[in-house]
């Protein structure tokens, strides 16, 4: 900001014709490293861009429609005459609040964002509302009156300060809130990925790591789930090709999760269970576990012995593909995230006895920022489809179509022959695998490992997971 700027006053109207709330601000003038906004009209499933994916803020320019500083149509506010602009001094980012009925509107940060008064009582973080200790709300969300107002509002140059009807104030870095606002989260990525097809993947470069600095270093586990998050694969290199290393090595990152499969398990072309991918035949590109209400976040593969041709593993970047899909066709995309299907695995073969089904979406996004998060795809375990009306199921299998075309061109197929000794690591909720037919004996191990755990790990490492 110009420090020559005039100060206004701490409370001011609005100038006629200007939208309430409206703060002056200065041209901001890109320097050295800055970074190009990846932010676009329609609410982006992700940030392609490393800047962004490296979690540096990419705000979205809104363009005021009808209706003051364009709120949505419908949203309730006090008449523009009653309304009161106020304004910090141009040091502090040109931050302008707002009382309205029911809320508080704040700019801050080039962000225009609104707060429910039931929201800012109850995100109180004052020591009788929160315990910083174990990090957990003290307070009780249900004894909060529902028509709360403040009955005193005040800004500094960093805090927002509310004095409730009870006397009790609360305090909000105004950073805190424009990244745990609404709209601040709309604008963010949960997970930052770095999208590929063969060519990119290939051009990136992106290393194996030693299995001992992977055992034994932080720098060599982080090294990995940096890239793991960021493409949905890693490999681990030099690891002794036995199943009980290979759970070391899992078991370095998260929590085995035990199936209908077990925990470890040997994997070969005998057809000990009732899975096609227990045969030497190829096999489409899928995604594990579809049939289960959540799918397994994480697998991990280690051919320990391979006595013949063939059998190189197919990956494909589901995401990619589904990112080309809303481009191209976003009725489709939409479709492909609101129609629930069911998948299904039954299995009688020997002892082992299983019906397993499982129920979502091929696409899962997040409603707030349309950010997938899951691909549920395999077509060998897709059930009955008997949840989906007939005027919509032939505009289904449309979208599916047009999804597969994707997943099938030629340039996203990512082809690895696994060796003795590599391991993969795949993110089962992304990256689709698949499988060419093969000669001779081939044994594989691996397991599932939770999600949850081997994104604890890499938060604890200091990465956006």
């Known amino acids: 900001m110009q420090g020559s700027r005039p100060s206004p006053t701490a409370e001011e109207r609005c100038p006629p014709g200007t939208p309430p709330g409206t703060a002056p601000t200065a041209p901001r003038t890109p320097g050295p490293g800055s970074v190009p906004s990846c932010s676009s009209p329609r609410p982006r499933m992700w940030c392609r861009r490393l800047a962004c994916l490296l979690g540096l803020p990419c705000w979205q320019s809104r363009r005021a429609g009808h209706g003051s500083l364009g709120l949505p149509h419908g949203t309730r506010t006090v008449p523009t005459a009653a309304a009161r602009c106020h304004h910090t001094t141009p040091e502090s980012l040109s931050c302008a609040w707002q009382l309205h009925g029911d809320h508080l509107e704040l700019r801050y940060a080039n962000t225009l964002m609104r707060f429910d008064f039931v929201w800012l009582r109850d995100h109180c973080r004052s020591a009788s509302c929160y315990n910083a200790k174990t990090n957990q709300r003290s307070l009780d969300t249900a004894s909060v009156d529902l028509g709360i107002k403040p009955k005193a509002v005040r800004v500094d140059e960093t805090t927002l300060f509310l004095t409730w009807p009870d006397g009790h104030v609360t305090r909000y870095g105004l950073e805190w809130l424009v990244k745990n606002s609404y709209e601040g989260q709309k604008q963010r990525v949960m997970h930052p990925r770095i999208l590929w097809n063969a060519e990119i993947y290939h051009q990136a470069q992106v290393p194996s790591v030693d299995c001992r600095s992977f055992l034994e270093t932080d720098e060599g586990l982080k090294e990995f789930l940096q890239n793991f998050l960021l493409y949905g694969i890693a490999f681990v290199e030099n690891v002794t090709p036995t199943k009980e290393d290979t759970q070391i090595l899992a078991e370095r990152i998260s929590l085995i999760r035990e199936t209908i499969y077990g925990r470890m398990w040997y994997f070969t072309s005998d057809f000990s269970r009732g899975d096609t991918a227990y045969t030497k035949l190829a096999l489409d590109r899928h995604t594990d576990t579809t049939y289960f209400q959540e799918p397994c976040g994480i697998q991990v593969f280690h051919c320990l012995k391979h006595e013949g041709t063939g059998g190189r593993t197919l990956l494909v970047d589901g995401f990619y593909a589904a990112e080309q899909v809303l481009r191209q066709a976003p009725d489709q995309f939409e479709l492909l995230s609101k129609v629930p ?3 299904e695995y039954v299995e009688n073969v020997g002892d082992c006895h299983n019906h397993m089904i499982g129920v ?3 696409l899962n996004v997040y409603p707030w920022n349309n950010e997938l998060y899951l691909i549920r795809y395999n077509n060998y375990d897709r059930a ?7 005027d919509v199921v032939h505009r289904w299998y449309t ?3 047009t999804l597969t075309a994707e997943l099938r ?3 996203n197929e990512l082809w690895v022959k696994l060796k003795p000794g590599k391991a993969l690591f795949i993110d ?8 060419e037919a093969f000669t001779g004996y081939r044994q594989l191990c691996g397991c599932y490992l939770t999600r949850d755990d081997v994104l604890n790990t890499a938060r604890l490492l200091g990465l956006q997971a």
Do not use: D
């Open 341 to 343: 299907l069911k998948h």
């Open 360 to 362: 979502g979406p091929v």
């Open 384 to 390: 009955v489809i008997n949840t989906v009306p007939y």
């Open 399 to 401: 979208a599916h179509r």
């Open 409 to 411: 061109r030629p340039e």
């Open 428 to 435: 089962n909720w992304r990256v689709l695998h698949g499988r």
